[in-house]
C-alpha cells in the first residue's frame, strides 16, 4: 500500500509535491478505509486540474521512477544517460536533480525509499524498513558515499557499493547480488504497481491473458458493462509457425526454442535467405450484438473488436489492469480515467476500490479525470481529492488537497471547483446566450 509519494523538479513541477494516501480525520465514508496498525489509508485519489496544469505530470512521475527502479540494472551501462526531466522554465532547475520518494508498506513492512539524480549521476539515494516496527536504515548513499547502520548485513553492503557505478542505483544492484532487504523493498515495484494502458494495446493484452479464463471473463463482463448492445464475446487466439524448422527438437525447453527461432529469423533479415518466419500471436476478439432477422425473430450478429465504440475497449483494456490490482492488492496509476467513458462508468470503477467488499486485498486506485461528478462528494472523501494547477508568474505546477482548504461539512465541492474557487480551471470568457 502506498502511504506518500513526493517529488520534485521534474517536468512542470519544480517544488516538491506530495500525494498523500493517508488519510484525514473527516467522518464521511470512514469504512472505505484501510487500516494498517494506526494508520488509515486511502484506497483512491482523483487528481483534478486544467489542460497543460500539469496533472498528467503527477502520473508521470510516479512512472518514471518507477520504471527506472524496475529497469535500472538492465539499462545503466557505464556511459548511460539517466531518464531525468527537469524543470526547464528557469535558470538553475534544469541544472539540478529530479528528487523521488516513495513511503509505503509491503508484507506488514513500512518502508521509505528515495534517489535525487541528474542525466549523469545519482545524486542521493536511500532506503528505510521497520520490520521490528521501529524504522531502521537500510543503506545511505551521497553521491559515491555509503552509509550502513545494520552490522548483520554491512560487509555485504559495503561490497556491493563498490561495484555501483555513478549512473546506477545501489538498490537495483543489491537485488542482483542477493541482499535479503533490498530483495524484500523491490518487490513492491515490481509486483504492486501497474499504469494504465491504451487500447491500441488489448491485443497484446489478451494475448498476455489467453490462459488465464477468469481474466478473459473479467474482459468480456466490462466490455458488456460498457455496452448495453453487447450479448456475449468470444476470443480466439491463433499462432502461426515460427520457421521452416519442421520439428522442435526433443528435450529443447519450449523458451530457449522461442529465442533460436528469433536468432534465426534475425540472420535472415540480414542475408540473401527468407527461409524463416517469426511466430506471430494472433487474436480475435469478436463480440455478439443484438438484432432483428428477417422473419423478426432476435439474432446475434458478430461484430469484430476493431467496430466497437472508444469507450468499450477503453474499458476492455482497463479490465485487466484493475481485475488484477483487485485481485491481488496493490497501487494502479491511470492518466484521465474519464477519456471516452460516461461518468457512470467512471464512477463504477472508483466505486471497485471505495468498497470493502470488492476490494478485499486492499487495491488503490490514483487516477486524473476532468469528471466533476465525482466532486458530488457521493463516492470520495473531500481527502480524496487533489488539484494541479499552474502558477502563470512562472510556469511551476503545484499540487494540493482540498483538505487544504477550510470547507463546510454541507459545502458543494462540484459547484466551488467550477466557478474557480480552488483554483486549477481554465480561466474562460463564456460568451452569453440570450
Known amino acids: 500500500m502506498l502511504i506518500e509519494f513526493k517529488f520534485n523538479n521534474y517536468r512542470s513541477f519544480r517544488d516538491e509535491a ?7 480525520g473527516l467522518g464521511a465514508f470512514k469504512s472505505c478505509l484501510i487500516m494498517h496498525k494506526n494508520i488509515r489509508i486511502l484506497p483512491a485519489a482523483a487528481i483534478y486540474g486544467k489542460n497543460a496544469g500539469g496533472k498528467s505530470n503527477v502520473i508521470r512521475a510516479f512512472w518514471l521512477a518507477t520504471q527506472f ?20 522554465l528557469d535558470d538553475d532547475s534544469r541544472e539540478k536533480p529530479c528528487s523521488f520518494e516513495f513511503t509505503y508498506i509491503l508484507d506488514n513492512v513500512k518502508y521509505i525509499y528515495g ?47 563498490e561495484a555501483v557505478a555513478k549512473n546506477q542505483l545501489y538498490f537495483a544492484v543489491a537485488c542482483t547480488m542477493n541482499e535479503k532487504s533490498c530483495i524484500a523493498a523491490m518487490r ?17 493484452q489478451l494475448l498476455e491473458c489467453s490462459e488465464d479464463p477468469d481474466m478473459l471473463e ?34 529443447v525447453p519450449d523458451g530457449i526454442f522461442a529465442a533460436l527461432t528469433t536468432f534465426a529469423k534475425a540472420l535472415a533479415e540480414n542475408t540473401s535467405t527468407s527461409e ?27 461484430l469484430e473488436l476493431a467496430d466497437e465504440s472508444d469507450g468499450t475497449r477503453k474499458l476492455m483494456a482497463l479490465a485487466p489492469g484493475i481485475e488484477r490490482v483487485l485481485n491481488c492488492g496493490g497501487v494502479m496509476c491511470i492518466d484521465e480515467l474519464d477519456k471516452e467513458m ?27 479525470t476532468h469528471d466533476t461528478e465525482l466532486l458530488n462528494m457521493e463516492l470520495l472523501r473531500k481527502d480524496q481529492v487533489y488539484f494541479v494547477d499552474k502558477r502563470r508568474k ?25 466557478l474557480g474557487k480552488y483554483g486549477a480551471t481554465p480561466d474562460l470568457q463564456i460568451e452569453e446566450v440570450i
Request: aromatic share 10%; glycine share 4%.
Open 18 to 24: 506530495v500525494l498523500s494516501m493517508e488519510a484525514t
Open 69 to 88: 527502479i524496475r529497469n535500472a540494472q538492465r539499462t545503466q551501462h557505464e556511459k548511460a544517460n539517466i531518464p531525468m526531466q527537469p524543470f526547464l
Open 115 to 161: 534517489f535525487s539524480a541528474t542525466k549523469t549521476e545519482i545524486v542521493k539515494e536511500y532506503l528505510y524498513h521497520a520490520p521490528k516496527g521501529q524504522i531502521a536504515l537500510v543503506f545511505n548513499r551521497d553521491y559515491q558515499t555509503f552509509e550502513f547502520r545494520e552490522n548483520p548485513e554491512k560487509k555485504l553492503r559495503q561490497l556491493i557499493s
Open 188 to 204: 513492491w515495484f515490481r509486483e504492486c504497481l501497474f499504469f494504465s494502458r491504451d487500447y491500441t494495446d488489448i491485443p497484446h
Open 218 to 251: 473479467s474482459i468480456k463482463n466490462y466490455a458488456k458493462t460498457a455496452d448495453l448492445g453487447i450479448q456475449d464475446m468470444k476470443f480466439e487466439i491463433k499462432n502461426r509457425d515460427v520457421l521452416d524448422i519442421k520439428n522442435k527438437p526433443e528435450g
Open 276 to 302: 524463416t518466419s517469426l511466430k506471430m500471436g494472433e487474436v480475435q476478439a469478436t463480440s455478439y450484438h443484438k438484432g432483428r432477422a428477417a422473419d423478426g425473430t432476435e439474432k446475434l450478429y458478430p
Open 342 to 368: 460516461h461518468p457512470i462508468m467512471v464512477e463504477m470503477i472508483v466505486s471497485k476500490f471505495q468498497s470493502p467488499s470488492t476490494n478485499p486485498n486492499h487495491a488503490q486506485l490514483i487516477f486524473t
Open 394 to 418: 512562472d510556469g511551476t505546477s503545484i499540487l494540493y488537497s482540498i483538505s487544504d482548504y477550510s470547507t463546510t461539512t454541507n459545502e458543494n465541492i462540484r459547484k466551488g471547483y467550477l
